[in-house]
Every structure is written in structure tokens, then in C-alpha cells.
């Protein structure tokens, strides 16, 4: 199968990594070149990874690489794909500008995939001429060592689509999980209201970041604190999915954190920026 992701992030490099590993053909595509060479990189140090823990050799972490190329244009980069999967930043003007271009320049019978954490597929599908054929595929970060895939139904989403995208996932090692388009998914619908409540708890004085974490490790079995988490998925992002899920949903309960948007408006934004609530050397 050809496939083509677009983004060259984290969860952009991740996709193309799985992808090309089980055998598939991967265009990863992004406007900077930069981020491409910075994601061909990881996704060679990952690999490298993976062979020192006797996942790989040497010669399959050859052949992953080998398998993909990258490109700058969206038009030029999904027109011999079979599957085109679109991994850009959580904003859903960038989505549906990308997803037009895609439905323009992909074959007329490619599938249309979105990795949106939290964004209506129905919504995005609407963007294009061929809603049957759009589909949420959310993977989760790392996405070489994740096994969880939302397979999120649009309204016009056909049962070939879903089937295909299903099978596909299962084939990737992964263990696909049906959801229907609703804000948030099933994934950050249930995890972001817990981790902006553990945010509020450190703006009201409750206990400090460590502690909270501590509890809901020890106490909830969870294997990481929620504020270490939010570290991770980067705050920006976290914020981004509490405002779509306020904004969609409607219910105050889903409100962001006072902190939560002062933290990103000071540019902490967790591990990536080296300082969010915890500080990384």
C-alpha cells in the first residue's frame, strides 16, 4: 500500500515509522524541510532503539528507512496514495485546508484519514467530495510503542471505509477500538477534563504537582501523574482539545483551566519547551 502522512511532527514521524516498518510505501510530507530532515532523524534513532532491544536488525531498520520519502507539497505528495493520513497541528482551519488539497490531488478512490485527537471527523469529511471515504485513525504518542487506534466514524462514513481502516490497524500490530464522532473521542472526552482538574488543583493551593502526581499513581494505579502526562502531550495541546470540547459540547464543565491557558500564554509547555510543570534538562 502507498500511504502518505502529512506532518512531520511527533505523531507524523511516529505514523510514517509503523507504517514503513510493516512493509508499506510512505510519502511523509510537511512545508518545512527542516522538520522533515528533524523527523527522518527520530524516526532513524527510534528504529535504532528497537534494534538494540532485539525488535529489529540491522537489515529491517534499513529497509523501514528505505521505504520512506519525503516532500514539501501536499498535491505533488498524495497522488499515487492508497491512503493518505494527515497528522498536522490540532486546528481545524490548518485540517480542512489540508484535507481540500488532499481530496483535489489524491486518487479518487484513496481513503482519507485524520489523526485529530479531538475534532469532528464529520466535520473535516465535510471539506471534501468524498465524506464516505474520511475516517479517524487517532494513534497515540509513541507511536511505535502504542497500541491503542480510535477508529472514529463521520455521519457518512461507509462501512468499506471503517472495515479497510479497521483491518489496516490490526495489520500494524495495533488494536483498534470503534468510536463514534462525538468531541473528544473516547480517549481525551474521559482524559483532559482529568488532567485540567489536576491543573486546577495546582492553581487552588490543593497540593503541588509531585504530590498530585504521586496519588494518582500510587493510589489510582495510573502509570503516569497526570501533570506529567500533560508534560508530555505538550500543554499547548491539552489546551487546544479543552477548548474544543468546551466549545462543542457546551457544558462549563469542560472550561480550561485558568493556569492551564497562563502556562501556554508563558510559553511553558512541557517537555518540549523544557520547562512546563515539571523542568527538563
Same mark, same amino acid.
Given at each position: ?8 511532527? %511527533?505523531?507524523?514521524?511516529?505514523? *510514517? ?7 508499506? *510505501? ?12 528533524? @523527523? ?20 529491517? !531498520?534499513?529497509? /523501514?528507512?528505505?521505504?520512506?520519502? /519525503? ?23 490548518? !485540517? ?25 471527523? %464529520? ?6 467530495? &468524498? ?15 502504542? #497500541? ?6 463521520? =455521519?457518512?462514513?461507509?462501512?468499506? /471505509? ?9 495489520? =500494524?500490530?495495533? /488494536? ?7 468531541? +473528544? ?5 474521559? =482524559? ?5 482538574? *489536576? ?5 487552588? +493551593? ?14 489510582? @494505579? ?7 502526562? @500533560? ?21 462549563? !464543565? $469542560? &472550561? ?5 491557558? #497562563?502556562?501556554?500564554? *508563558?510559553?511553558?509547555?512541557?517537555? #518540549?519547551?523544557?520547562?512546563?510543570? $515539571?523542568? $527538563?534538562?
Amino acid at each position: 500500500m502507498n500511504v502518505s502522512v502529512i506532518g512531520g511532527g %511527533t505523531m507524523g514521524n511516529g505514523i *510514517a515509522h509503523v507504517f514503513a516498518q510493516h512493509g508499506h *510505501a510512505v510519502t511523509l510530507i510537511d512545508l518545512d524541510q527542516d522538520r522533515l530532515d528533524a @523527523a527522518l532523524a527520530t524516526i532513524g534513532t527510534n528504529l535504532d532503539r528497537q534494534v538494540k532491544k532485539e525488535l529489529l536488525t540491522e537489515e529491517e !531498520k534499513a529497509e /523501514t528507512l528505505g521505504r520512506i520519502t /519525503t516532500g514539501t507539497s501536499v498535491a505533488d505528495g498524495v497522488t499515487g496514495a492508497d491512503l493518505v493520513v494527515e497528522a498536522a497541528t490540532e486546528n481545524p482551519e490548518i !485540517k480542512a485546508q489540508i484535507f481540500r488539497a488532499m481530496d483535489e490531488s489524491a486518487p479518487a478512490s484513496a481513503i482519507l484519514a485524520s489523526n485529530t485527537s479531538s475534532i469532528s471527523i %464529520t466535520q473535516i469529511a465535510g471539506e471534501t467530495s &468524498r465524506p464516505s471515504q474520511v475516517i479517524g485513525m487517532h494513534f497515540f504518542n509513541p507511536v511505535p510503542v502504542m #497500541k491503542l487506534v480510535e477508529i472514529v466514524r463521520g =455521519l457518512e462514513t461507509s462501512d468499506e /471505509t471503517f472495515a479497510a481502516i479497521r483491518d489496516l490497524a490490526e495489520s =500494524l500490530g495495533k /488494536t483498534p477500538v470503534e468510536v463514534n464522532d462525538y468531541p +473528544g473521542f473516547v480517549s481525551n472526552r474521559v =482524559l483532559m477534563p482529568m488532567i485540567n482538574e *489536576a491543573v486546577t488543583c495546582v492553581m487552588e +493551593g490543593v497540593a503541588e504537582p509531585e504530590a498530585i502526581d504521586t496519588v494518582m499513581c500510587l493510589g489510582m @494505579a495510573h502509570p503516569m501523574g497526570p501533570l506529567t502526562l @500533560a508534560d508530555f502531550i505538550g500543554l499547548d495541546v491539552c489546551l487546544a482539545i479543552m477548548e474544543v470540547l468546551h466549545r462543542e459540547l457546551g457544558d462549563s !464543565k $469542560y &472550561r480550561p483551566s485558568p493556569l492551564l491557558r #497562563k502556562m501556554v500564554a *508563558a510559553g511553558r509547555l512541557g517537555r #518540549k519547551s523544557g520547562r512546563g510543570f $515539571y523542568e $527538563y534538562g
